[in-house]
């Protein structure tokens, strides 16, 4: 069965370094999402992407965050300037248009 | 506001106990509901889902849920747990359109074996 996967599955970083996650949407899938979990609170939404655009995105969503997608196969994440609030679960998920969302894994992002 | 609730944040069963994880939503217009599950260490995965039509819906390892308008509820219920339940549930709600997903807090559900 197709999965989203999502590399890293950790990464550890200093409050200010850019960081790049990097999932890889289930091949059919047109829409695509990105979430996090701060350790104890709910997950939330952040971004979701269609047709190489943004389609909505949360008030957590600020100028520090940008998606994009390079290629025909992966959806990123970039964070520019980490900050410690920043610490959290990302995971990203996709779906077939108004369908169900298939979830990654998910990366423990850890800010120093 | 779109919301949703989840009553329980650590419920902890017995094997063969009946389970049912509470979940009310708030949100205009018409609602997609779910629920997922996150066992240890893996990803959110899907267990059922409600669009329309019959309001009992029935998901994988025997879960089901059950859609009250009135109530503004989705609760997800089991009739006997096993230890392999060991897991975090969400309930989430969506326009019918789809879009993004609004989670609940989540409730860790423990099974005792």
């Known amino acids: 069965e197709p999965e989203v996967t999502q590399t890293p599955s950790h990464q550890v970083t200093q409050m200010g370094q850019e960081v790049i996650l990097r999932c890889v949407p289930i091949?059919?899938?047109?829409?695509f999402y990105w979430y996090r979990q701060i350790l104890g609170q709910k997950v939330e939404f952040l971004v979701s992407?269609?047709?190489?655009?943004?389609?909505?995105k949360s008030e957590i969503f600020d100028d520090q965050f940008s998606v994009e997608r390079p290629d025909g196969s992966n959806f990123t994440l970039k964070i520019r300037s980490t900050k410690l609030e920043d610490s959290a679960m990302y995971f990203c998920?996709?779906?077939?248009?108004?369908?169900?969302?298939?979830f990654g894994p998910g990366t423990r992002l850890l800010v120093l | 506001a779109q919301s949703v609730s989840q009553h329980n944040h650590h419920v902890i069963l017995s094997e063969a106990a009946s389970l049912e994880l509470g979940c009310n939503y708030s949100?205009?217009?018409?609602?997609?509901l779910f629920w997922y599950v996150q066992y240890p260490g893996q990803h959110l995965q899907l267990l059922l889902k409600?669009?329309?039509?019959?309001?009992l819906v029935k998901g994988i390892k025997g879960f089901e849920a059950e859609f009250i308008k009135s109530k503004f509820s989705f609760n997800l219920r089991k009739p006997s747990v096993q230890w392999s339940d060991t897991a975090e549930y969400f309930c989430?709600?969506?326009?019918?359109?789809?879009?993004?997903?609004?989670f609940g807090q989540g409730t860790e559900l423990s099974v005792k074996p």
């Open positions: 989430a709600a969506r326009g019918n359109q789809g879009g993004k997903l609004i």
């Open positions: 091949s059919n899938h047109l829409y």
């Open positions: 409600y669009f329309s039509g019959d309001p």
């Open positions: 949100y205009g217009g018409t609602v997609n």
């Open positions: 992407f269609y047709n190489n655009e943004i389609s909505e």
């Open positions: 998920a996709s779906s077939v248009v108004s369908e169900t969302q298939y």
